[in-house]
């Protein structure tokens, strides 16, 4: 229990910290607002060092955060099939909570904002370019990224990294794969990541909302969980993992 605990944790606090900084440049009236996509990514890579740290000191020491990471981990045998649904649940649940949090955080700027697309942009993400073919290939392709350079990051033949500083270098692969890589889709890379704040757009009381596309919601969801079974493959094929 205390594994899944940790997992529901960490996911809530990345959430917080991620859906917080989108909130603080979209919002109106934010101090933050307009400040840009370097805040975004740089937001978001801090929200996995937290996450990851927040984790594992709550029971998760693995700290997936992640349920592709979980189903890579899981073809490598690290779980079972129960123990990995049950750790996604959790990672969902925390990713739902995480986004009730940063609404009550910014709760005054949700009626001041008028555009419904920038509200729902706080807690999922959205194409730039509505094309499902391209925007579910930039997934992959970035979730493939994320979970190969985690198992290069951590793999024995580079003789692995000092105890504590393997989630900076995580956040910091977060933060490239933003940075080069978000444009297109926003960079979900996680699907509960997307979903579980999703889920919260749909069921809070958000002033003014519109509704949560779920028409895309499948995108970063099953994108992510095709990059994770393509970086187990890489990873098994190039000797990392």
Same mark, same amino acid.
Request: charged share 10%; proline share 5%; aromatic share 10%.
């Given at each position: ?14 959430? #917080? ?13 934010? =101090? ?13 890579? #801090? ?25 890579? =981990? ?114 979900? #890379? ?43 493959? #890489?990873? =098994? ?5």
């Amino acid at each position: 229990m205390s594994n899944l605990f940790g997992e529901f944790f960490g996911t809530m606090v990345l959430i #917080i910290f991620g859906c917080g900084v989108v909130a603080n440049v979209l919002l109106k009236k934010s =101090k933050g607002e307009n400040s840009g996509w370097i805040v975004i990514t740089t937001g978001w890579a #801090i929200a996995v060092i937290m996450g990851v740290f927040a984790a594992v000191s709550t029971g998760a020491p693995q700290a997936d955060i992640n349920p592709a990471v979980t189903l890579a =981990k899981t073809f490598m045998g690290v779980y079972t099939g129960a123990q990995a649904a049950a750790t996604m649940l959790a990672q969902l649940c925390g990713g739902i909570v995480g986004g009730a949090v940063a609404w009550l955080a910014y709760l005054p700027h949700w009626e001041l904002t008028e555009d419904k697309g920038l509200k729902l942009a706080v807690f999922c993400t959205g194409p730039a370019v509505r094309n499902s073919t391209a925007n579910l290939l930039c997934e992959i392709i970035g979730t493939t990224m994320l979970v190969t350079v985690i198992f290069c990051i951590f793999a024995k033949p580079v003789g692995g990294v000092a105890p504590g500083f393997g989630p900076y270098l995580v956040g910091m692969l977060v933060w490239g794969l933003g940075l080069s890589l978000g444009g297109p889709t926003g960079y979900a #890379i996680n699907p509960a990541r997307d979903l579980g704040p999703r889920i919260a757009h749909a069921i809070l009381p958000i002033a003014g909302k519109g509704d949560s596309d779920w028409g895309y919601s499948w995108i970063p969801v099953v994108g992510p969980f095709i990059g994770g079974a393509l970086a187990f493959a #890489i990873g =098994k094929a190039v000797g990392i993992i």
